[in-house]
């Protein structure tokens, strides 16, 4: 008995050892929420790569932009008038309708990074001064929250929706401007809480003192 016991104790100094390299996980929330962002005041304005809202408008350009309203757990970490990091502020406007591509967006703000890899656009509308119709577009990007900087867990899905309109103003041309948001999507939580991320130090304790235990009940048996 005084042997098996003797290894109860060594497997939780052992536990115990293992508790004190292994940092814990923290608990982790699943960011689930969504923020708008504008165009910086007096920097400018939004282009396309064909001058006016086209039919065969492929890119568009924003100034640099900060976010304008935050909502849900999402404010824990973005602000508004905090800046909008992009990897390139001249984004892809996608041909035809509801066909997806492939793009490379890559969005950081608050220390939290968001990445996109397709886009489609679901509306467009050409500009013509003679019938006095505003051009318009509309698209949306999707990735995942890929940074969630020590605050959201990573892979939650991700949609970047913007929609452009440019409209008549006096038979010319008027300015183009755009909405953008991006909306995170919550992805579950395991049981337990939501956003939970097991701690490997803790469930390294438990493992080796239910073996442990589990050795002393079967010696008991035997004798």
Known sequence: MRKVSSYVAGALIAAAATLAAIQPASALLVADGSFTMVPVIGAGSVTVDTGVIKSTTSSKTDPPLVVQAVTSNLDLAIAPGNAVTASSLTWPVPPDIGTSVAVDITLTVGGIEFKFFTGTTDSRVALDVVTNTA?????????TLSDGAGIFLTGAAVTLSEACTQSVVR???GLISC????????????PGGVGEVPEPASLAILGASLFGFGLLRRRRKLG
């Open 171 to 173: 038979g010319r041309p």
């Open 135 to 143: 051009g318009s577009f509309s698209e949306q990007f999707s990735g």
């Open 179 to 190: 909405t953008n948001s991006v909306i995170a999507i919550g992805i579950p939580g395991p």
